[in-house]
C-alpha cells in the first residue's frame, strides 16, 4: 500500500470535570481575563507536549462565578494520549479549584457539545435571617421566607417548549426556543434549591428563573403571571438575573 494513503487515526478525549467558578471570568477563553478554558487548555499544552493547546469542545459555557460539578470537555487529537499520566497532571496543575473525575478515549464522533442531549443545573439559595460566610461563595443569601409551593407552581408554566426570550440574555439574533424537561424547587435543610434540566440554555436563563422564582416566593409576583411573563418575549417583563455564585452545571447527559 502507498503509505501516503495510510489512514490516519484520530483520537478523541473526553475529560469529566468540576470547578470552583469563584475565581474565573466564566468557561470562555478570554484574552486579558482569566477563565477556565484559558487554564485547562494551558495545562494541556504543557501535559502534551504542545507548543499550541488542542482545540477543546466544552458541553456548557459557564457565566464568571458559575460553578460546574459534571462538566464535559473533549478535544482530538492525532497523537496517543496517555490517559493516566493527563488525569494526574491536571488534577496536580490545576487543582484544587478544578478536579478532574475522568479522562478518557471515547468514540470518534464524540463531541461534548454536540453530543450531549441534556445539561442539569442546580441552583441553592441561603435561606436564613443572616449571612454564612463558610457558604457566601455557593450559595444565594436571601433573608426573607420563600413559598416554596409557590415557586413550584410559577415554574411548572415552564415545563416544555417555549419561546424564552423574556428569561435570556440577547445573543446576535439566536433562538431563544428551548424545551424545559424538569423543574422543582426543593429544600435541604436551610437551602431552597432548584434543580433544572433542559437539552440547553440560553444566556443567563436559569438565573433569570430563579429571579422571578424569588419574587414568586417571597409573594411579590402570583406563579400564575408566568405564561404572560413567557407570552411577551420581553426581558423587561421579567425580574432580572439572580447572582451567579448560587449556580452549578451539575450534571450533563450523553
Known sequence: MDPRRRRVRIGVYRLDLGYDGSLFSGYARQVKARTVQGELERALATVLS???PPATSVAGRTDAGVHARGQV??????EPVN?????KSLNTMLGPEMVFHSVAEVGGDFDARLSAIWRSYRYRILNQPRHDPFRNAFTYWFAEPLDTDAMNRGISHLIGPHDYASLCRARGGKTTDREIYAAEWGTDGDETVLSITARAFCHQMVRSIVAMSVDIGRGRLDPDSVPAI???KDRNAASGTAPPHGLVLWEVGY
Open 83 to 87: 490517559t493516566d499520566r493527563v488525569y
Open 73 to 78: 470537555v473533549s478535544f482530538a487529537t492525532l
Open 230 to 232: 413567557i407570552e411577551a
Open 50 to 52: 504542545r507548543r499550541e
